[in-house]
């Protein structure tokens, strides 16, 4: 299976990390050897390779990628979708909640061009999931978004696949790893501006942590998981939206001499949906879950609420909900696999 990889930042080298480090158990287990054809990044230029990129270079300097027979740079991220043999285009560049340009235009291209797509790019699943899920049925291709909400920790899956055959009539949590790490942060002690800082060094924060601290990024996980699992239509508009940065050191004291703790919930349903910063008793089980930690509940009519508790953010996290992504697809479509 040959990979187009758009974006190499965290989650990017995340996946290449894995991939490099997991080789061994990856073809023993599952029959599974991919390629890396092409690493695209938004300022070091593009690597293009027919026989397959070479991991290790990739990881230790980019940059400094050895010239080798073949080898095809700076060819545009366009180009390289189109013009380049391969089955997955993973797009893992900086999500624009507004538009989910220019990743947008790329899954359009990639699927018209014959390619799977998988992305750990928000904007493009928030603005535009209906088209692309179209487009991924009328090509016969597979659209693949894990690790948007909740980085590798299942949660689409979950909803989608494990729950098919029950009706969600809501889903609840903590969506944003980043806030979720400040919170837990500043009950200790910590500056606000310091924490950020931390959570930004840790690769949880998005390229403009605005978008996590006004939440914006949690609005936008609602709004996927309102889009595949109750295939209903919701944008921007249809949340009532607040985040953190207002909430001060005496606030966070308020709470907890009440015996409470803030969390920055995001719940959705099929009309609409909200993300507030809210006061949870200690007993209540969001209030126990910390740092970068994340948790989504569906309230199912045959199953009653259904928790599912784990990463929300993180290099390796998110890298790994790519391969879950690819994997499923190399299962899928490869006519010879068994398990
Ligand atoms: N900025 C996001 C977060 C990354 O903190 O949750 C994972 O989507």
Same mark, same amino acid.
């Given at each position: 299976?040959?990979?187009?990889?758009?974006?190499?930042?965290?989650? @990017?080298?995340?996946?290449? #990390?894995?991939?490099? *480090?997991?080789?061994?158990?990856?073809?023993?287990?599952?029959?599974?050897?991919?390629?890396?054809?092409?690493?695209?990044?938004? %300022?070091?230029?593009?690597?293009?390779?027919?026989? @397959?990129?070479?991991? !290790?270079?990739?990881?230790?300097?980019?940059?400094?990628?050895? +010239?080798?027979?073949?080898?095809?740079?700076?060819? !545009?991220?366009?180009?390289?979708?189109?013009?380049?043999?391969? *089955?997955?285009?993973?797009?893992?560049?900086?999500?624009?909640?507004?538009?989910?340009?220019?990743?947008?235009?790329?899954?359009?291209?990639?699927?018209?061009?014959? =390619?799977?797509?998988?992305?750990?790019?928000?904007?493009?699943?928030?603005?535009?999931?209906?088209?692309?899920?179209?487009?991924?049925?009328?090509?016969?291709?597979?659209?693949?978004?894990?690790?948007?909400?909740?980085?590798? %920790?299942?949660?689409?899956?979950?909803?989608?696949?494990?729950?098919?055959?029950?009706?969600?009539?809501?889903?609840?949590?903590?969506?944003?790893?980043?806030?979720?790490?400040?919170? &837990?942060?500043?009950?200790? @002690?910590?500056?606000?501006?310091?924490?950020?800082?931390?959570?930004?060094?840790?690769?949880?924060?998005?390229?403009?942590? &605005?978008? +996590?601290? +006004?939440?914006?990024?949690?609005?936008?996980?609602?709004?996927?998981?309102?889009?595949?699992?109750?295939? =209903? =239509?919701?944008?921007?508009? +249809?949340? !009532?939206?607040?985040?953190?940065?207002?909430?001060?050191?005496?606030?966070?004291?308020?709470?907890?001499?009440?015996?409470?703790?803030?969390?920055?919930?995001?719940?959705?349903?099929?009309?609409? @949906?909200?993300?507030?910063?809210?006061?949870?008793?200690?007993?209540?089980?969001?209030?126990?879950?910390?740092?970068?930690?994340?948790?989504?509940?569906?309230?199912?009519?045959?199953?009653? !609420?259904?928790?599912?508790?784990?990463?929300?953010?993180?290099?390796?996290?998110?890298?790994?909900?790519?391969?879950?992504?690819?994997?499923?697809?190399?299962?899928?479509?490869?006519?010879?696999? %068994? #398990?």
């Amino acid at each position: 299976m040959k990979l187009i990889l758009i974006g190499f930042g965290s989650v @990017g080298q995340g996946f290449v #990390q894995i991939l490099r *480090d997991k080789r061994a158990d990856l073809a023993a287990r599952y029959g599974f050897t991919p390629q890396i054809a092409a690493v695209v990044t938004r %300022t070091r230029g593009s690597l293009y390779h027919p026989n @397959g990129l070479n991991l !290790d270079a990739l990881l230790t300097d980019f940059a400094a990628y050895p +010239d080798t027979p073949g080898l095809v740079r700076g060819w !545009d991220a366009a180009r390289i979708v189109r013009d380049c043999p391969a *089955d997955v285009m993973l797009e893992a560049s900086p999500t624009n909640f507004e538009t989910g340009q220019p990743a947008l235009d790329l899954c359009r291209l990639a699927l018209e061009h014959g =390619k799977h797509i998988v992305l750990a790019n928000k904007g493009p699943v928030a603005v535009a999931y209906r088209e692309l899920n179209a487009l991924a049925h009328s090509s016969g291709r597979a659209f693949r978004f894990e690790g948007t909400v909740m980085a590798g %920790t299942p949660s689409l899956r979950l909803g989608m696949q494990a729950l098919a055959g029950c009706t969600i009539t809501a889903a609840r949590g903590i969506l944003n790893g980043t806030t979720n790490y400040m919170l &837990t942060q500043m009950e200790n @002690g910590v500056p606000y501006a310091d924490v950020l800082a931390q959570a930004q060094q840790l690769g949880y924060a998005e390229a403009d942590p &605005t978008a +996590d601290v +006004d939440g914006w990024d949690a609005a936008a996980k609602a709004i996927i998981v309102a889009q595949a699992l109750f295939n =209903k =239509k919701l944008t921007f508009a +249809d949340m !009532d939206v607040r985040g953190i940065s207002h909430l001060t050191p005496p606030d966070i004291d308020a709470a907890r001499a009440a015996g409470e703790r803030w969390k920055l919930i995001a719940t959705v349903t099929p009309e609409g @949906g909200s993300v507030q910063p809210t006061r949870l008793p200690l007993s209540h089980p969001l209030a126990g879950v910390s740092g970068s930690t994340n948790a989504i509940t569906y309230t199912t009519d045959l199953l009653g !609420d259904v928790t599912l508790i784990g990463s929300g953010a993180g290099r390796i996290q998110t890298g790994f909900a790519l391969l879950s992504d690819v994997l499923e697809i190399f299962t899928k479509f490869t006519p010879s696999f %068994t #398990q």
